[in-house]
């Protein structure tokens, strides 16, 4: 069975499914060190066959959350990820270097979680764990209306040894759409 497919549209983004053939821009971009040791699945060692698998299990449906590519609307080119899932429901993100500081993580996680509020009515609290090394993903965080609430126990696939990290919560009174 297949995900239903949809799109969701930001002033300068599109947000949608990740699609198999975007493994070349998953490999080359969020398999750096730079990125990947930011985020919990990502790794430095990917190959073809494991970026591919990862796509895939991003796909499967009736999984406890959703994650979709961030695309620029301009050309729908591949510029980052972002996704919601687990219990409490935690927000995860990435983006390629060459789009650090454009402000698209804000403008993404915004409309994702403005649609992802709606689509759960019942949604009242949103996760983060962030690598205290990554302050400007606090900062993006902090623009939604999250706040740190303490240490949080991060792992990084891409990591040798853990680093530290904080957790942040959103309450969805909170979320500055």
Known sequence: MAVAPFTLRTERLILDLLRIEDWPVVLREWGV?????????FRTDWTEETVKDWIAARLRPGQ????????????????????MGGNPRNIGYAFGVAHWGHGYASEAIRGFLTAGLAHEPDLDVVEAGVFDDNPASARVLAKMGFTRVGPSDCESQARVEAGPSSLYRLFRSDFRA
């Open 33 to 41: 060190p730079e990125v990947a040791r930011m985020t919990a699945s």
């Open 64 to 83: 406890n959350g959703m994650g979709c590519a961030v695309r620029l609307r301009d050309g729908r080119r591949l510029i980052g990820s972002v996704g």
